[in-house]
């Protein structure tokens, strides 16, 4: 049920254990929203998440429909949105040199679906884009 919700129809749901492992256990960006929200303003959202971290030493996040509450701290809320690196061209620092190593593996690891995964979701992104209901996904920094 929790990948249904993620991606709107995961590629193999009679055998989701594959996409389920690739995605448990890590700080993620659900990619319905990373989809058709953040990644149509990546400006905003790296500022927003630039103050969360920047504002609040927090230990641990409560998510809206996972199991809560999760250890995190700035540098690992951060690197899941590390997607943002890709659409504004630039290299977001993390936080100090150990925290830099891992969260820029755990930013990949949290910020990448399976493209198979991601068909459905991208399909509708596309049609939506097409009747004008959302922007089009912003790449590169605006000049």
Do not use: C
């Amino acid at each position: 049920m929790v990948l249904q919700i993620l991606f709107l129809g995961p590629s193999d749901l009679l055998e989701p254990q594959r996409t389920f492992t690739q995605m448990s256990q890590k700080l993620i960006v659900s990619p319905i929203v990373k989809t058709l929200v953040f990644n149509k303003v990546p400006e905003k959202v790296k500022n927003w998440v630039d103050r969360i971290v920047t504002d609040w030493p927090f230990k641990r996040i409560i998510p809206a429909h996972f199991a809560a509450p999760v250890s995190a701290s700035p540098s690992d809320f951060k690197a899941a949105f590390a997607f943002l690196n890709d659409l504004l061209g630039e290299k977001w620092n993390v936080g100090p040199i150990l925290s830099l190593s891992l969260s820029t593996i755990l930013g990949r690891a949290a910020s990448y679906f399976p493209p198979d995964d991601m068909k459905t979701l991208s399909s509708l992104d596309e049609f939506l884009v097409s009747v004008g209901a959302v922007k089009k996904t912003v790449s590169g920094r605006k000049k």
